[in-house]
């Protein structure tokens, strides 16, 4: 068993969700950038509009929640393998 195979999962498993998390938080930020932008311009919203645009706001919680248990995941992965390699060289403290 290679224990740094596990520690290398662990990492990049880790910084998959932080790229998701930016990314949707990114996103976040340009759309409610671009709803205040469109409410200056235009003086009234038909609510038909402010549901399409609130669907990909909502699209990336969900995407940010994901990023979430995914880092949670990739956490207790890199603790797994510091408790095999602890167990496997006695030094657990």
Do not use: C, W, Y
Not at 52 to 63: G, H
């Amino acid at each position: 068993m290679d224990i740094n195979s596990a520690f290398d999962s662990g990492v990049a498993g880790f910084k998959a969700a932080t790229e998701r998390a930016s990314e949707s938080a990114t996103n976040i930020a340009q759309a409610q950038n671009d709803n205040v932008q469109s409410r200056s311009s235009a003086a009234s919203v038909e609510s038909e509009q402010a549901v399409q645009e609130s669907k990909p706001v909502t699209e990336e919680l969900v995407n940010l929640r994901v990023a979430e248990h995914e880092a949670q995941a990739a956490a207790k992965v890199i603790t797994t393998a510091d408790e095999v390699m602890g167990s496997l060289i006695d030094t657990r403290v």
